[in-house]
């Protein structure tokens, strides 16, 4: 059973009396680490094991997951199964092999403000301080920013180790992680780079007649730093397989509403990053279903996420990157440092994990016409 904490009831949670669970090796040694605890898996398997009898790691491990987001957030929690996944894969079993506690930061709906923030970071910090995990999973920018660098920054002798996952900033601006190719810290991870490119092209092989698309984002630091990816990409705008017209932000209800209707006017396909942190005149957030059922509803073009998860909120198509499979590949790399890795030398990369997803109920009631051959190589079709 996973513990999920949020807020002030971490801190009450901490002291449960769980001081006997061993603490877990220092990280000594690579990424291929995580292929040689998959080999002591195997071998344990081939000696009578099984895959649910076996187990590589002879002490038990603490593991802590801080999520930037609140566990409504299909992307964060996707992440979040997917880590867990990416455990398994190398042998690690949940209760057997390690004890798992989940924080959600809950800092695009509930704490937005930058104090609100920074008293989230404080309790999840306050956490690994009591809680003692051998791995830190840190789910996307907020949460490395104020947890993971803080960290490492005000404990230099720590032998905490954090993997990051969906990040959309150049992790490199932190002192504590010297380069891409070797981070040389107790901070590695995976980048979150919009496949803009990739998905231009599957729209194209989609919509065969469509020439143009306009790419829409809500006013978050998240979508910010992922138009400021592609700005540095495509510094004259990316013109083929289709031209993006633009690659903007709206903040309120009112500016996407606006930027909708433009997109419309301006381009044959209209492709969403965020739709999550749109604000109403008065500063609350409204609910993403709304914003998402108005937009599906008033849209003169079709819509396309550029996250394969938003397809599970209605959408009918997505192309770009899976919460789970970024999450799988942070839980590989977890497993690596559990097994006796270093976290410095594992370099951080962009898993380049794109795939195409359909909701085919929604493209039923949109009258769309796909290609059979796209739907059988999607990574994930809801039928």
């Keep these: ?56 790691f002879p002490e038990r491990q603490r593991v802590l997951i801080v999520h930037s987001y609140d566990e409504g957030f299909r992307w964060t929690s996707e992440q979040g199964r997917g880590i867990v996944e990416g455990l398994g894969e190398a042998g690690l079993r949940e209760g057997r092999d390690y004890e798992l506690r989940t924080f959600f930061m809950d800092t695009r709906i509930t704490y937005t403000s930058p104090d609100a923030v920074s008293q989230q970071a404080s309790e999840a910090r306050r956490l690994i301080e009591d809680f003692e995990p051998s791995v830190v999973f840190v789910t996307d920018d907020a949460a490395l920013r104020e947890v993971a660098v803080r960290w490492v ?13 969906g990040v959309n900033v150049d992790p490199t601006a932190y002192k504590p992680i010297a380069s891409l190719e070797r981070p040389g810290g107790r901070i590695t991870g995976l980048l979150e780079r919009i496949p803009v490119a990739e998905a231009s ?38 013109q083929t397989p289709l031209r993006v017209t633009g690659f903007t932000q709206a903040r309120t209800f009112a500016e996407w509403q606006r930027l ?33 059922d108005w937009t599906l509803r008033n849209a003169s073009k079709p819509v396309v996420g550029l996250l394969t998860d938003w397809v599970r909120d209605g959408m009918a198509m997505g192309v770009g990157n899976s919460g789970l499979r970024h999450g799988m590949a942070a839980g590989r790399i977890g497993a690596g440092i559990l097994g ?3 976290p410095g030398q594992v370099a951080i990369v962009d898993p380049k994990l794109v795939e195409t997803a359909f909701n085919l109920e929604a493209v039923r009631r949109l009258g769309w016409s796909v290609p059979q051959g796209e739907i059988a190589a999607a990574g994930l079709v809801i039928r």
């Design 153 to 165: 920054e005000e404990h230099p002798g720590s032998n905490v180790a954090f993997v990051f996952s």
């Design 340 to 342: 006796g890795g270093d």
């Design 1 to 56: 059973m996973v513990e999920v904490l949020t807020g002030n009831a971490a801190s009450a949670a901490l002291k449960d009396g769980r001081d006997d669970v061993p603490r877990s090796l220092l990280v000594r040694l690579g990424a291929l680490l995580a292929l040689g605890a998959a080999v002591a898996f195997l071998a344990a398997c081939s000696d009578g094991g099984t895959a649910e009898t076996a187990n590589p």
């Design 201 to 238: 092209a599957a729209m194209q092989r989609v919509f065969p007649a469509a020439t143009r698309v306009a790419l829409l984002a809500d006013g978050s630091a998240s979508s910010a730093a992922a138009i400021a990816d592609y700005t540095s990409k495509y510094p004259g705008g990316l």
């Design 260 to 292: 909708v209707a433009e997109a419309g006017r301006q381009a044959d396909v209209i492709g969403l990053l965020n739709y999550h942190g749109i604000v109403d005149d008065s500063g609350q957030v409204v609910p993403p279903s709304t914003v998402l």
